[in-house]
């Protein structure tokens, strides 16, 4: 056996989300398929152990005689994370998951997502904040979807959020990362998981947000959407465990003028 094949990779430590802990990174949304058999195979795929439900938008028991997606998506297979989607105020969402506690036997962990408008579907933030304050105090673990602003993800983990879930793009826009900064001084302040949410379109969109240092990533369009959604729920997976590696290994620095790779007066070995 030659030195290097001795090797070992550091083990990372997995995702821990409220006390249980998660081997894939890439979490996933239902929505947009072509069918439920689509939802599922692409699913499975990505290997996402986290798989976020539109409570308003798809059925998961509310009408007894349509699909139920979770005929698919097994929740003893998969963690079932109900999000408030179509909610724009804070009563709304917190009605939405009082409803996703009851369908789901007591099921307390949600992914609070308050917009703004239409157009842009931006987070609208003091409503957020006044929805997540009354979720937690009615006992919900609450992932919360919010602006790319690191004062306001600190103040979300302060309250008790259990993880803070930054838009990348807004939703479905498929834009990639829009401000790596922000999403950067987020990751550096927080102690809680920082998820990028929305708006990744490919593969290196979902690698940059792992580079940078994020716990995982959410999508939904990127993957429903795609020419061959199956493919690019595989392309995603491959994607969200290069970029984590790739955080784990650190970068090289950037450096503004040619170094030669090979250079003369180096080291033999
Ligand atoms: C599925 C879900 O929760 C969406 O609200 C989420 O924000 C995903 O956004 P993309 O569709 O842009 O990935």
Redesign the pocket.
């Known amino acids: 056996m030659t030195e290097t094949a001795q090797i070992q990779l550091p083990e990372d430590k997995p995702l821990d989300i409220a006390g249980r802990t998660y081997q894939s990174r890439l979490l996933v949304?239902t929505?947009q398929y072509h069918d439920l058999m689509e939802t599922g195979h692409a699913i499975e795929t990505s290997g996402a152990e986290i798989v976020?439900v539109?409570v308003r938008r798809t059925n998961i028991g509310q009408n007894p005689d349509e699909p139920n997606l979770l005929d698919v998506v097994n929740p003893d297979t998969y963690t079932i994370l109900p999000?408030t989607?179509g909610c724009y105020t804070a009563k709304d969402a917190v009605r939405t998951c009082k409803l996703a506690r009851e369908l789901l036997d007591g099921h307390d962990l949600v992914?609070l997502?308050v917009l703004g408008d239409q157009k842009t579907l931006y987070p609208n933030m003091p409503e957020t904040l006044v929805a997540a304050e009354e979720l937690i105090k009615d006992g919900f673990k609450v992932m919360v979807?919010c602006s790319d602003d690191p004062l306001l993800a600190l103040r979300l983990e302060e309250m008790g959020c259990v993880a803070v879930m930054p838009l990348g793009a807004p939703?479905?826009?498929g834009l990639g990362i829009q401000n790596r900064y922000n999403i950067r001084l987020i990751v550096e302040n927080a102690s809680v998981p920082v998820l990028v949410?929305?708006?990744?379109g490919t593969a290196s969109d979902a690698a940059i947000a792992m580079e940078l240092g994020c716990d995982g990533v959410?999508?939904?369009?990127?993957i429903a959407k795609a020419r061959d959604p199956i493919k690019m729920a595989h392309a995603m997976r491959l994607a969200i465990e290069a970029g984590r590696e790739a955080y784990l290994a650190g970068r090289m620095p950037k450096k503004l003028y040619a170094s030669a790779s090979s250079p003369i007066d180096g080291t033999f070995f």
């Open positions: 949304g929505g976020t539109a999000n989607a992914k997502e979807y939703i479905g826009s949410d929305a708006g990744v959410l999508m939904n369009t990127a």
